[in-house]
């Protein structure tokens, strides 16, 4: 059964920085992308970045881009998102999901992560 778990979430200062985790079981994260999805109060979700099964990073916010990294653990089985610089309007609830291929469109995804807080005070 293919399960995502993430956690890392908070409140931090703006300038601040977290570092998010989405850990899987299941699966090889090798043989997926990894998508990251965020959703502010009244508001749709939004893709973020979508990194491809070959390690590649796909923007899809242009906002977070030099502010927001990818990596990955040894055991590849936790990627992990970096958000430093962080910004009021970076405040949602962050969510990482799966897919063979990368997309910009949440409905394409097929499993999806719990999802957890993020609040950036200003």
């Known amino acids: 059964e293919v399960q995502l778990v993430e956690s890392g979430g908070g409140l931090v200062q703006a300038g601040g920085f977290l570092r998010l985790s989405c850990a899987g079981s299941g699966f090889t994260f090798d043989d997926y992308a990894v998508a990251w999805f965020r959703q502010a109060p009244g508001k749709e979700r939004e893709g973020v970045l979508c990194?491809?099964?070959?390690?590649?990073?796909?923007y899809y916010l242009g906002s977070v881009k030099g502010r927001f990294t990818v990596s990955k653990d040894s055991s590849k089985t936790t990627v992990y998102l970096q958000m430093n610089s962080l910004k009021s309007e970076d405040t949602a609830v962050y969510y990482c999901?799966?897919?063979?291929?990368?997309?910009?469109?949440?409905?394409?995804?097929?499993?999806w992560g719990q999802g957890t807080q993020v609040t950036v005070s200003s």
């Open positions: 990194t491809t099964s070959g390690g590649t990073n796909i």
């Open positions: 999901a799966l897919k063979r291929a990368c997309a910009n469109y949440a409905p394409a995804y097929d499993y």
